[in-house]
């Protein structure tokens, strides 16, 4: 009994999305393409986040991400334990 179930929490660990058990993006590091990672974040907003980045020196704080043009409370909410500053 105990190998099926160890068996199966490995079987439901690979099947897991890669993104689902990787660590946090970073808003000030990530490239447009690893932003895309982030469930909800396409290739425009990806683009407007590395532009928002370059043009402000960065994010201090994960609310400044509201700033970005598509990205409002709700989303913010949403992806918040995927992203990071580091």
């Known amino acids: 009994?105990?190998?099926m179930l160890v068996a199966?929490?490995?079987l439901m660990a690979a099947a897991l999305p890669l993104s689902a058990a990787a660590s946090p993006v970073s808003l000030n590091?990530?490239?447009a393409q690893e932003l895309t990672e982030?469930?909800?974040i396409g290739?425009?907003?990806?683009?407007r986040i590395v532009e928002y980045r370059k043009e402000q020196g960065?994010?201090?704080k994960l609310s400044q991400l509201?700033?970005?043009?598509?990205?409002?409370e709700?989303?913010?909410?949403?992806?918040?334990d995927k992203i990071s500053l580091k």
């Open 1 to 3: 009994m105990r190998r």
């Open 8 to 10: 199966a929490i490995g």
């Open 29 to 31: 590091e990530a490239s």
């Open 38 to 40: 982030v469930n909800g």
């Open 43 to 47: 290739d425009v907003l990806a683009q």
């Open 58 to 60: 960065g994010f201090d």
């Open 66 to 72: 509201t700033e970005v043009k598509g990205i409002g």
């Open 74 to 80: 709700q989303t913010l909410a949403d992806m918040k």
